[in-house]
């Protein structure tokens, strides 16, 4: 069998421009459209050739070397500088400028704000196509790791021990200098002695700044590198990271809007998240859906409040287990004698009642402990009692709302809408850490990734051709 060989020193008639190189219907094209349909004023970018000064690259071509980059999952400065030098659509893309990875960094790191309203107009773009109906919004969240070590994250409690070994060491070396002095040694050992006493010291001090900024902001812990991160519990173990958010359209899965929050979990985001997502929208959504993870009564209520459908189960439905015949949810609560009325048709009064809810327990102890099921449905001796959290109607009717089949239905599409975007970011970009520190850095990388990845969704819904025209290039 024959075969092809190339050969380097082959001489040819190469295309008369760079643009020959890209064909009409490359994605790359379809990119460079949707930043030239960007409004660089509402993003605050200025957009200005008579700038006096030293000539800077075109802020156009650096947002379209960004947007790109990551869509592919290149997202280190130093490796956008390669492609830039070497990979054809990036060199399309820049028009054969070259820029370096410092002036790449440095144009991230000042344009943060900008970045974040790439997404917000990506979304009016999606709506302004009908892509976006903005009726049914799921939430989801995912554990993303900072850009620093959970060995950084300090407690009080490592900050005492630190200290002690500190202490410790510094005496140690002191006796060692005393014993060096009285057996006469060579200087060259205590010049060692003496600068692993410096580093010592300013250890020390640094220690003692860090237990004084955590007894003035009276959190928990903090780390050195990235203070605005947070401690992360994962199926990989703790990290120091953050909690990326979501809110994705139900029509065709595009994403509405992101976040990023310092918390460890979505528990008291569910209202802040779908009220960013209407504001980013400009419009008001119907139903709003998420997994049990968002499920505390407070949040829901906020979105419940407004007349949007919540679709969101309780930890306790979530479960799934089998319930105890004498669970909380079989006794009875009469409203008008404000009791809870036993499986066996006993009473149980109100014991004590607090800002977050009340207590309720059997009158007599001993009808508790003469009932045929004692000991199934209680061991105290003090007999039954059921707490009742001050919002617990809400809950109940919002347990019974997830429940409708209409509900159920929505709730099922949830999965395959919500995860998807995730999914793209952490397995087909390779997305498993942040570039950036800060809050403000990281919501600017959450939005450049989440606008590439509803930007690679339209070309797949409408087509490259189709969505340059749409973009009028």
């Not at 009692?385 to 429940?403: D, F, G, N, S, T």
Request: charged residues 30%.
């Amino acid at each position: 069998m024959a075969y092809r060989y190339g050969d380097r020193q082959q001489m040819g008639l190469f295309p008369a421009s760079l643009d020959d190189y890209v064909p009409e219907d490359a994605p790359v094209r379809a990119y460079d459209a949707f930043v030239e349909a960007l409004d660089f004023k509402e993003l605050g970018i200025e957009l200005d050739e008579d700038k006096v000064g030293n000539p800077e690259y075109d802020p156009k071509a650096m947002l379209k070397l960004l947007i790109y980059g990551y869509s592919y999952g290149v997202r280190s400065s130093r490796k956008l500088e390669r492609e830039a030098h070497y990979n054809v659509s990036f060199m399309w893309i820049v028009g054969g400028l070259r820029p370096d990875h410092k002036t790449i960094a440095e144009f991230r790191r000042n344009n943060k704000q900008a970045l974040k309203k790439v997404m917000k107009q990506c979304v009016r773009l999606c709506l302004k196509l009908n892509l976006i109906e903005g009726n049914t919004l799921f939430l989801d969240g995912t554990k993303i790791r900072a850009n620093a070590s959970i060995k950084n994250t300090w407690t009080g409690e490592k900050c005492e021990r630190a200290l002690e070994h500190i202490d410790r060491r510094i005496e140690a070396i002191l006796n060692e200098c005393e014993r060096i002095d009285e057996e006469e040694r060579e200087q060259p050992s205590l010049v060692r002695m003496g600068e692993e006493l410096r580093k010592q010291e300013v250890l020390k001090a640094k220690v003692k700044e860090v237990l004084a900024e955590l007894a003035e902001t009276k959190a928990k812990a903090v780390n050195t590198t990235d203070p605005e991160c947070t401690r992360i519990n994962s199926l990989q173990g703790s990290h120091a990271g953050y909690n990326g958010q979501l809110v994705v359209d139900d029509k065709n899965g595009l994403v509405v809007s992101s976040d990023v929050v310092s918390e460890n979990n979505d528990l008291y985001q569910f209202g802040a998240q779908v009220e960013k997502a209407q504001e980013e929208m400009g419009k008001k959504c119907e139903t709003a859906c998420a997994d049990s993870g968002y499920a505390t009564t407070d949040e829901l209520e906020k979105v419940d409040r407004q007349g949007i459908q919540v679709v969101v189960p309780s930890q306790r439905q979530a479960g799934e287990r089998e319930r105890n015949p004498f669970d909380k949810t079989h006794f009875c609560y009469d409203q008008a004698r404000d009791c809870y009325i036993c499986p066996e048709g006993k009473e149980l009064t109100l014991l004590t009642r607090k800002k977050k809810g009340a207590a309720y327990r059997i009158a007599d102890r001993r009808t508790c402990l003469k009932c045929r099921k004692y000991g199934v449905c209680t061991k105290s001796r003090m007999g039954r009692m059921i707490a009742r959290m001050a919002k617990e109607e809400v809950r109940e009717r919002l347990e019974r709302q997830y429940k409708e089949s209409a509900c159920q239905a929505v709730y099922k599409r949830r999965q395959e809408k919500a995860e998807l975007p995730f999914g793209h970011i952490k397995r087909n970009l390779g997305v498993q850490a942040f570039l950036l520190r800060g809050l403000e850095g990281t919501r600017a990388e959450m939005a450049l990734l989440t606008s590439c990845f509803n930007i690679r969704r339209m070309m797949s819904l409408i087509g490259v051709v189709g969505l340059m025209k749409a973009l009028g290039g």
